[in-house]
């Protein structure tokens, strides 16, 4: 029953689904499927590697077709974060295409090289042009892979069809766990994602010149102070009501 639905229709289109749904959104490339295909017959395996780039091709020029908005929803994506998407950046601009090309080595998501391509400008035909190296070498490496496996162990893969896909699977569990602690190693966790944002918002409201100042405002200059009054007349001033009386013989006053 594996067999036969491995070897349908239905297993091609579900490839070319499967491309462009990693291609946007999922974070489980479409070699699963292309494997197990393989495993049941080389020339299948071929088949659905065409048949995912098809739809890798479709799901990039959408992501590259709304650049700016999925860029930055890429980080929600399990697997990626602001620190993989900045070395994108750098490796596409000092690399070109290659970069798209030499993803799958690094580690870089295909999503995330059409949101750059987008964002940075670059053509639409010439990401459809790399994309089908970029995403054929690998999809290929795996059916052929997979289907020399499958020609080795045919008989045993027809008996015993459910265990074979239990370690089937479990090969795949194990490359995804590999995948992601080197995903960490390189850039981190989600959690250090998040603390050095903090850290960075901390800097940006609490950093600044000392005494609240804002940057590259100017100095204010010091006001003088107010001369103090004096307490009581100074020599030489006159007041009406501070004037100086002397009395006169006879009893009249004279100021």
Not at 5 to 32: H, K
Not at 65 to 90: C, H, K, N, W, Y
């Amino acid at each position: 029953m594996l067999r036969a639905a491995a070897r349908s229709r239905a297993a091609l289109l579900a490839s070319a689904l499967w491309g462009f749904a990693e291609a946007t959104r999922f974070y489980v490339v479409p070699d699963v499927l292309v494997g197990w295909i393989a495993l049941h017959g080389v020339r299948r395996g071929v088949a659905a590697s065409l048949w995912a780039t098809a739809g890798a091709m479709l799901g990039g020029l959408a992501v590259h077709a709304d650049s700016r908005a999925q860029r930055a929803r890429l980080v929600e994506i399990p697997g990626i974060s602001e620190a993989m998407v900045e070395d994108a950046s750098t490796k596409l601009a000092r690399d070109g295409w290659w970069a798209l090309l030499r993803g799958p080595l690094d580690g870089i998501p295909y999503k995330v090289y059409a949101a750059e391509a987008g964002a940075r400008g670059l053509p639409s035909g010439e990401l459809v042009a790399w994309t089908i190296p970029a995403r054929l070498w690998r999809l290929l490496a795996v059916a052929l892979g997979a289907g020399l496996t499958g020609v080795a162990f045919r008989g045993s893969i027809r008996r015993r069809e459910g265990a074979w896909l239990a370690a089937y699977l479990g090969f795949w569990a194990v490359t995804y766990a590999r995948y992601f602690a080197r995903l960490k190693r390189t850039y981190g966790s989600r959690s250090d994602e998040q603390r050095r944002a903090r850290e960075r918002r901390i800097e940006e409201t609490e950093g600044g010149p000392e005494d609240g100042q804002a940057p590259n405002s100017e100095p204010t200059a010091k006001q003088p102070m107010p001369p103090r009054r004096a307490k009581g007349p100074q020599r030489g001033e006159r007041t009406e009501r501070g004037r100086t009386r002397r009395r006169e013989p006879g009893g009249d006053e004279q100021a």
